[in-house]
């Protein structure tokens, strides 16, 4: 048995995948004469696998995914174009290796492509190196490690999870998530969360310890880990399982309840997304908008960045589906744990302390205004509200709304038009404006409190760390005065004021945050029923009281144990 951080509760049994993202390997650039024909040899090989991958890909999602299936038939297409092939054949026979053929075949076609006018050709780019790297992946013969493509469910094993490794996840095929690093900040708790896939963190030496054949039980209740499990055991765990999923279901007939207190205050329940799929979008009328919409998404897993045609579809997709509901958007945030690939960001020492979020939008003026006329072009479809992200101070805000008034000036220059009433507002993540909060509320339409960074910033803990995950406290007294200053400024200006980090779906968190006056929370999907239901059974007196206590006391375990002890009925089996 093994134990780690349960992140994201639930129990799964099943047939574990290593996960590790294909890096190609070194490889020869020239060849000698005499191996030209092993190097055709190879491509063709190579080719032959890719394009049966394909095929099966194509052939399992079809049904299913339609649209995901016409991306894969595309790329079989690329795979298969006669000129390319008839290029790396020519290459190899003047001695270039199979590999540094493709490579450089694939890369130039990219590049021409990345420069049409046409914007949706431009995107084609971003698909040709994908074919890419699945044909070099082939000719080395690594199998497939793509988690958009699963044949089967899985518990998904890995030293840890980056937000590119996940851009593309099957949530339905992820029984359950287990990796080295992370805590309940991460992004692997928080991709967890939002699909409500059973997840233990922290888990020391795991991907030493689980082998392709074994059969595991996740217990993300109390955060084990079982392998191989003798049949009494294993019998015990799949009717805990039954159990756990029958009160799941039970819990889940709350999303379309009005989410009012027993005193009758209404609470604003708003969803947290990234990648905007069907199922988030579907509950649009259960729901009272969007918190956070998590734009990074888009220009996750790619090696172009997104078109401003792209981002504007995207955009007005979602303001389409919540007509009539705030839906927030935040520009682009990356930096720290969030890589691009089609952006080479600046190497630093401790990049949740540099060149990320706004600061990274500053950095690339040419970025950020695309994605603000984007957002202006799709505010047309909805109620837009714009944030900025890593607002360290009002200097901050001041100029990104330079940057929001050139976007519109631009716009109005060709004659495009945008809403007029688009709420600007700004994350408070960073304690520095957290105190400046009397000023900021003034300046501003709206804040939203990002309660993951804002605890890191805090605690002076990357949530990154394990070596420092008993430092990232997320029911810390000094957290909670923090928000409880942002909070009140805010009210007292009359503006709006909600959380959208990980709080906000706590069953014990979202309760102070309660009592402290916050009246949105925004959460991920598999959660939002379980925080209604609570929010049913609670009046705002006690939930003030409950604040109180926790404000004043001296530590986060004490304030954990209290509120534990105090909410007991509130808590999920």
């Known amino acids: 048995m093994f134990l780690g951080i349960p992140v994201s509760p639930g129990i799964a049994i099943g047939m574990p995948l290593l996960y590790e993202p294909f890096v190609p390997g070194p490889w020869q650039k020239k060849v000698e004469k005499g191996r030209v024909e092993d190097e055709l040899r190879r491509f063709e090989d190579g080719l032959a696998a890719a394009e049966k991958e394909l095929e099966k890909i194509c ?59 046409d914007p949706v050709i431009r995107e084609r780019s971003a698909d040709l190196l994908d074919v890419r790297i699945r044909l070099l992946r082939c000719m080395q013969g690594v199998p497939e490690r793509d988690l958009s493509a699963l044949e089967k469910p899985v518990i998904l094993v890995a030293h840890d999870l980056l937000p590119s490794d996940t851009a593309s996840l099957d949530p339905q095929k992820i029984l359950a998530v287990l990796t080295e690093d992370g805590n ?115 220009y996750m897993g790619r090696d172009t960045l997104p078109s401003e045609e792209e981002q504007t579809v995207a955009y007005s997709r979602v303001l389409q589906a919540f007509q009539g509901k705030p839906v927030t958007i935040r520009t682009l945030d990356v930096g720290g744990d969030k890589k691009l690939d089609c952006l080479e960001l600046p190497a630093e020492e401790n990049p949740f302390l540099g060149v990320r979020a706004l600061r990274l939008c500053f950095e690339y003026p040419d970025l950020f205004m695309t994605q603000l006329r984007a957002m202006l072009r799709a505010s047309i479809h909805g109620e837009l509200w714009l ?16 940057f929001l008034q050139k976007a519109k000036e631009e716009l109005d220059r060709s004659h495009i038009p945008y809403a007029d009433n688009i709420k600007v507002g700004i994350m408070v993540e960073i304690p520095s404006i957290a105190l400046m909060a009397d000023k900021a509320a003034r300046a501003a339409d709206f804040a939203s409190i990002g309660t993951n960074d804002l605890m890191q910033y805090t605690m002076a803990a990357d949530r990154m760390n394990p070596k420092v995950g008993q430092y990232c406290r997320m029911y810390d007294p000094a957290l909670f005065r923090l928000i409880r200053l942002a909070a009140d400024a805010f009210r007292a200006e009359g503006k709006p004021v909600g959380v959208c980090g990980e709080m906000g779906g706590d069953p014990l968190a979202s309760v102070v945050l309660l009592g402290l006056g916050i009246r949105r929370l925004s959460m991920g999907l598999s959660n939002a029923a379980q925080i209604k239901k609570n929010i049913c059974a609670m009046d705002a007196r006690r939930a ?19 509120l534990k002890r105090q909410l007991a009925d509130f808590l999920p089996e």
């Open 59 to 117: 052939s399992g999602i079809k049904k299913n995914d339609p649209e995901k299936a016409k991306i894969f038939d595309a790329h079989k297409d690329m795979l298969c174009d006669a000129a390319i092939g008839e290029e790396i054949r020519q290459n190899i026979s003047n001695s270039f290796s199979a590999q540094e053929a493709v490579y450089q075949v694939f890369g130039a076609y990219a590049k021409q492509v990345a420069q049409a006018p």
């Open 184 to 298: 309940t900040t991460s992004h692997s708790a928080i991709i967890a969360r939002s699909y409500g896939i059973p997840a233990v963190l922290g888990i020391a030496g795991i991907t030493g310890k689980v082998q392709p054949g074994n059969l595991v039980v996740v217990d993300a209740t109390q955060g084990k880990i079982l392998l191989d499990p003798d049949e009494t055991l294993l019998q015990a765990y799949r009717e805990k399982e039954a159990r756990f999923n029958r009160r799941r279901e039970l819990t889940r007939a709350w999303i379309t309840a009005e989410p009012r207190m027993k005193d009758g205050e209404r609470v604003h329940i708003e969803l947290n997304i990234g990648r905007a799929t069907p199922q988030e979008l579907a509950q649009a009328d259960s729901l009272d908008g969007v918190g956070l919409y998590r734009t990074e998404f888009l």
């Open 387 to 402: 944030m900025f992200p890593m607002v360290g101070g009002l200097s901050d805000l001041r100029r990104a709304k330079e």
């Open 544 to 562: 003030a009281e409950l604040a109180q206590s926790v404000c004043e006391m001296d530590t986060a375990e004490e304030a954990q144990v209290y």
